[in-house]
């Protein structure tokens, strides 16, 4: 199972890394996730998945229509759905999202062809909200 959580700000400064700041405001704090996208042969194409550049910004958003799991979080590029994140992951992301953290998903990696994966970053920005 491919899933990290990875803190930024004040946890990164007191290993050595950075701390995050805009103008004068308050520090930001981002926690990252690496996890993966379920149920790609569902919602989308090969075409769909070859269009998806590591990097490329991807949305992120409850979908609480769902009937077999209400509440889950679909991983949407231009409006189309591509996938749902994992149940636990989707739950945590969905408590973050609907608490008003801004939360923003990035391409990791991608593969199409018989059995389709696709990588993906969260960032919550705890700092900030949507």
Request: net charge positive.
């Amino acid at each position: 199972m491919l899933r990290r959580h990875l803190i930024a700000g004040a946890g990164a400064a007191a290993l050595g890394g950075t701390l995050s700041r805009q103008g004068s405001a308050a520090p930001s704090l981002t926690l990252t996730t690496l996890t993966y996208v379920c149920n790609l042969r569902d919602h989308c194409s090969d075409q769909d998945i070859a269009g998806l550049a590591p990097q490329k910004a991807l949305e992120v958003k409850v979908d609480y229509s769902r009937a077999y799991d209400p509440g889950s979080v679909a991983v949407l590029r231009g409006g189309k759905v591509l996938g749902y994140l994992p149940r636990q992951t989707g739950q945590h992301i969905a408590a973050q999202i609907s608490a008003g953290f801004l939360v923003k998903a990035r391409v990791e990696a991608a593969r199409g062809g018989h059995a389709p994966n696709l990588s993906i970053i969260l960032e919550t920005h705890l700092g900030d909200t949507a």
